[in-house]
């Protein structure tokens, strides 16, 4: 059977809350409305696709705000409209809900580890926040400019916009966990083992290749700038290590082993 035409986003989502109980409409509904805001209110709902389903469950995950509860939500609104016959295909299969959630950690961190910055590394973060919060502005333009286009099944600007948006946001609260979670490294010139924020002088023993890194958190880590993560397999092996000691680095060519050269504080 065919799906009922002409029953916009905003009618159904007025529908199915007439539907749920009262107790119920104070966490659902807010959930409900915010999918429709997304999708366009005077949308109509048979034009949803699979592919803009999974993007919308994309975005909520990354959006950080108790994303499992307002995707439950909507994966029963969505469950509804198939059993109305609103729309054909089953939509709610393709909303992935996250089982579990790590509070505060956007990139599967440690909750409230501490991260060691230098002054460089934790001025060009709050740099960077800065032009993300501009770009978040700018993307929401952009969102608002694609929707105005009433052919959402073909719109590839408002899904590249939307695609945007999650991109920023997650982004955006990675790095106000590094900020929140920083803590200054001071430069206090000892050298005797490797510490964070050393600069470490090493040569390859079968090569005799020589290769100079700074260790620093994984947030501030910039291979071209020769700032290397001490997560790394190099930056675990020389950590607290002293000048003068050989480390064994396996990589996917083999293992090699390093002399340390210098340390440098």
């Known amino acids: 059977m065919a799906a009922e035409s002409s029953v916009s986003l905003r009618q159904a989502a007025t529908q199915y809350a007439a539907t749920l109980p009262a107790e119920d409409r104070g966490t659902e509904q807010p959930a409900i409305e915010g999918f429709v805001r997304w999708c366009g209110r005077d949308r109509s709902a048979d034009e949803l696709s699979p592919q803009e389903i999974e993007q919308y469950g994309a975005w909520v995950t990354n959006e950080g705000s108790d994303p499992t509860a307002k995707l439950v939500s909507v994966r029963s609104f969505l469950t509804y409209l198939k059993k109305k016959k609103i729309v054909q295909?089953?939509?709610?299969?393709?909303?992935?809900?996250p089982r579990t959630r790590r509070t505060g950690s956007a990139s599967g961190r440690s909750a409230g580890r501490e991260v060691v910055l230098s002054a460089e590394g934790r001025d060009n973060l709050e740099s960077r926040l800065e032009g993300?919060?501009?770009?978040?502005?700018a993307v929401v333009g952009d969102i608002q400019r694609a929707m105005a286009d009433k052919d959402f099944r073909e719109n590839a600007p408002?899904?590249?916009a939307k695609e945007r948006q999650?991109?920023?946001?997650?982004d955006i609260r990675e790095i106000e966990y590094t900020l929140a979670h920083a803590v200054l490294r001071r430069d206090d010139g000892t050298?005797?083992?490797?510490?964070?924020g050393h600069t470490v002088r090493l040569k390859e023993l079968s090569s005799?290749?020589?290769?100079?890194?700074?260790l620093v958190d994984a947030a501030e880590a910039d291979a071209s700038a020769g700032k290397l993560s001490a997560s790394s397999p190099v930056g675990r092996a020389v950590l607290q290590?002293?000048?003068?000691?050989?480390?064994?680095?396996?990589?996917?060519?083999?293992t090699m082993?390093?002399?340390?050269?210098?340390?440098?504080?």
Request: no cysteine; net charge positive; glycine share 10%.
């Open 241 to 254: 290590k002293t000048v003068g000691q050989e480390v064994n680095v396996t990589a996917p060519r083999g």
């Open 191 to 196: 050298s005797a083992t490797v510490q964070l």
């Open 166 to 170: 999650g991109k920023i946001e997650a």
């Open 89 to 97: 295909g089953s939509l709610a299969t393709h909303l992935r809900v």
């Open 257 to 265: 082993t390093y002399k340390i050269e210098e340390v440098a504080g």
């Open 132 to 137: 993300l919060r501009e770009e978040r502005v």
């Open 208 to 214: 005799g290749k020589i290769t100079q890194y700074t």
């Open 158 to 160: 408002l899904d590249a």
